[in-house]
């Protein structure tokens, strides 16, 4: 079972700056089998990016994704305010048998 | 409108069963994959288990393998999760989520959840 490590568990910024989030899997993700969501309080998650570097329908492009192997990031260019949320990676493969990060927290400073 | 709406979800005792649905509309149920994860209060996503569009390979967490059974219909466009032996611990909201492809991919729409207590 692949194991995904986030950090910083907690990210403080403001509106405007760039935010970097990581995602480190424990052994090597075939194919850049991993995807990014966000969710908001109350709400299901939603589909950012998908294998490590493919937005998403309707996705602004200040979403970002990057990485292969085993070290992943999602980069927010400029945060606007309504990308304050919790994010997860999530590994997937060519069967039923996936993952997810413990999640990354954004928040306003 | 692709939508997936959770069912079955409740208050339940310790070493009880419950079976959770997830009628699915709006997309050709037989080609995708289909998965649940669960969120306990306060906490991050958990895969729980996951079944390829035609049952052939299926996928559990190990925290519920061998308590925890997927299954599908693909002529009722629906998905299930019979959970026997409910431990405090299994206390969530258990979302449907659908896959992009026949036996994975990743996540591109998800239901609202349905929310299982278990307590004495």
């Known amino acids: 079972e692949i194991v995904l490590t986030q950090s910083p568990g907690t990210l403080s910024l403001s509106p405007g700056e760039r935010a970097t989030l990581s995602c480190r899997a424990s052994?090597?993700?075939?194919?850049?089998?991993l995807a990014w969501y966000q969710q908001k309080p109350g709400q299901a998650p939603r589909l950012l990016i998908y294998g490590a570097s493919s937005r998403a329908t309707g996705i602004p492009d200040r979403f970002s994704g990057s990485g292969s192997g085993t070290d992943f990031t999602l980069t927010i260019s400029r945060l606007e305010p309504e990308d304050f949320a919790v994010y997860y990676c999530?590994?997937?493969?060519?069967?039923?048998?996936?993952?997810f990060g413990q999640g990354t927290k954004l928040e306003i400073k | 409108e692709v939508q997936l709406v959770e069912s079955g979800g409740g208050l339940v005792q310790p070493g009880r069963s419950l079976r959770l649905s997830c009628a699915a509309s709006g997309f050709t149920f037989d080609d995708y994959a289909m998965h649940w994860v669960r969120q306990a209060p306060g906490k991050g996503l958990e895969w729980v288990s996951g079944i390829s569009w035609n049952s052939g390979s299926i996928g559990y967490a190990d925290s519920v393998k061998g308590r925890f059974t997927i299954s599908r219909d693909n002529a009722k466009n629906s998905l299930y999760l019979q959970m026997n032996s409910l431990r405090a611990e299994d206390t969530a909201l258990y979302y449907c989520?659908?896959?992009?492809?026949?036996?994975?991919?990743?996540?591109?729409?998800w239901g609202q959840g349905t929310l299982v207590t278990v307590s004495s």
């Open positions: 999530q590994q997937y493969g060519s069967s039923p048998m996936d993952t």
């Open positions: 989520a659908k896959g992009t492809g026949y036996s994975s991919g990743w996540y591109d729409y």
């Open positions: 052994q090597s993700v075939s194919s850049s089998y």
